[in-house]
């Protein structure tokens, strides 16, 4: 593992290291209502799921790159991952969870600006925490990510992810 490889693996264990709280998480599915659920052992794809604890509305601002880009190229609007959750705009319900299959071919990186949460996206009470995986490192072709929502102890968001091969 290369230098660059170890300290990105050391930051994002650090990211994940944190206080502990209980959270409601929604079964799968229930905010898009696609029944598309994702199978994490589809050879050949990566099932990602949103889930969104919080009572508000999610947009996650997942972003994907078929190819390694930088921070700046990755959160480039025309590479918003779009087509989930309510009437496949995106967004998550308040309480709601969502997932989805992408080819591997087109997520070597898959990001989230953190969200935004509020029932006016454009207005947002907030934003989590930005999370930039890359594939073959943090995650794996064959694999799930979830990604969870939540409203801190002392107010604000956060934004946390799970791997699972």
């Known amino acids: 593992m290369s230098l660059r490889h170890s ?4 930051f994002l264990v650090a990211c994940t ?8 998480v929604p079964p799968p599915n229930n905010g898009g209502d696609n029944n598309d659920g994702g199978d994490p052992n589809t050879t050949g794809t990566i099932t990602i799921r949103i889930v969104n604890t919080t009572d508000v509305t999610l947009d ?3 972003f994907l790159s078929a190819t390694a880009v930088s921070r700046e190229e990755l959160f480039n609007l025309n590479r918003k991952y779009t087509a989930f959750g309510v009437g496949t705009l995106g967004l998550i319900a308040r ?6 299959t992408v080819p591997c071919s087109d997520a070597r ?5 953190g969200g935004r949460f509020g029932d006016n996206l454009n207005n947002p ?11 073959d490192l943090s995650v794996f072709c064959g694999g799930r990510v979830t990604f969870t929502y ?16």
């Open 125 to 135: 009470d907030g934003v989590g925490r930005e999370i930039i995986l890359a594939q």
């Open 17 to 24: 290291l944190g206080g502990v709280a209980c959270v409601f």
């Open 150 to 165: 939540s409203r801190q102890a002392g107010g604000g968001f956060t934004t946390s992810f799970v791997v699972e091969p």
């Open 95 to 100: 309480f709601s969870s969502d997932s989805f």
């Open 7 to 10: 300290g990105l693996a050391s």
């Open 109 to 113: 990186l898959i990001g989230t600006l």
């Open 60 to 62: 996650p601002e997942i």
